[in-house]
């Protein structure tokens, strides 16, 4: 354990270089006008990134299944200063829904710049219980959709040197207990853009895609689920869709929020041995 101090130690004073090192290059001038497709946007982060690109003049289609909440959060984003608003209420349990939602968002905005990836099925936080239906659901949801959305907007895309932006998680990162389908399902987001970022590059398509990790985020449900079983302090969600949305216009490859996420995963793969202990520690294993 010595070693693993000593590490970790060595982290720390690496990652407060390179903070005081870091120069901002977000310019919120660069969103002003920019088309952004923005799914899960009627609650949590999903609805805290529609009032920011709202209030750096962007232009947004908000989409999500509750249409009465999709009306409050346009309303407010007009408020706040955006330049155009529609909204489109649509489940992406359903394989027809997400071509259809990148069709009206290009022809309400006469094309995209972003896509941002946001949305999620309810799954349950609990051990695996067998229900292989809902894991199929749940993909169907959390990364079928996505796929399905960003082959519709590619093409628009392409056409705008944009960005897709991919809302994931640590537990696509790092497997974690009581998120057995969820973390399959960011898993495989990892895996697809990862290799969809590289094909991109070999075609020579100026399309950018950014990974948004993400760890424990204050949202009602988020806080809900994971009482009495994750030691962690929550994040804000004003700030982790900030984060995102930073990560998306700077166009880097992976955003992390909170920072340290990024340095947890690297210690992981220096690590190996260690892996198990470092993660058990935020994990209430008394209590399933």
């Given at each position: 354990?010595?070693?693993?101090?000593?590490?970790?130690?060595?982290?720390?004073?690496?990652?407060?270089?390179?903070?005081?090192?870091?120069?901002?290059?977000?310019?919120?001038?660069?969103?002003?006008?920019?088309?952004?497709?923005?799914?899960?946007?009627?609650?949590?982060?999903?609805?805290?990134?529609?009032?920011?690109?709202?209030?750096?003049?962007?232009?947004?289609?908000?989409?999500?299944?509750?249409?009465?909440?999709?009306?409050?959060?346009?309303?407010?984003?007009?408020?706040?200063?955006?330049?155009?608003?529609?909204?489109?209420?649509?489940?992406?349990?359903?394989?027809?829904?997400?071509?259809?939602?990148?069709?009206?968002?290009?022809?309400?905005?006469?094309?995209?710049?972003?896509l941002v990836l946001n949305h999620i099925g309810m799954t349950p936080f609990q051990m695996w219980d067998g229900d292989v239906e809902h894991t199929r659901w749940l993909m169907q949801v959390n990364f079928f959709s996505y796929v399905a959305l960003a082959t519709a907007a590619l093409p628009t895309l392409e056409e705008n040197q944009g960005s897709l932006i991919v809302v994931s998680s640590l537990t696509g990162k790092i497997p974690t207990p009581f998120t057995t389908s969820y973390s399959a399902t960011k898993f495989a987001l990892d895996g697809f853009f990862g290799s969809l970022r590289h094909e991109l590059a070999m075609q020579k398509k100026n399309i950018f895609i950014t990974l948004c990790i993400l760890g424990l985020i204050d949202t009602e449900v988020a806080l809900e689920k994971t009482r009495g079983k994750v030691y962690l302090t929550a994040a804000p969600a004003a700030e982790a869709a900030l984060a995102i949305i930073r990560g998306g216009a700077t166009r880097v490859h992976e955003a992390f929020y909170p920072w340290w996420l990024q340095y947890m995963c690297r210690f992981r793969d220096w690590f190996p041995s260690h892996r198990d202990r470092v993660l058990q520690s935020y994990y209430n294993y008394s209590s399933p």
């Open positions: 354990m010595k070693a693993v101090g000593k590490a970790l130690c060595a982290a720390g004073i690496v990652a407060g270089l390179l903070a005081f090192l870091w120069k901002d290059t977000f310019d919120p001038e660069s969103l002003s006008g920019a088309r952004v497709l923005l799914t899960g946007a009627s609650a949590g982060i999903g609805e805290q990134m529609a009032y920011h690109y709202a209030s750096f003049g962007a232009e947004i289609v908000l989409t999500a299944r509750r249409e009465a909440v999709l009306q409050r959060v346009m309303k407010k984003c007009l408020e706040l200063g955006a330049k155009k608003v529609f909204y489109i209420a649509a489940d992406m349990s359903s394989s027809s829904e997400p071509e259809k939602v990148v069709h009206f968002a290009v022809q309400k905005l006469g094309g995209l710049d972003f």
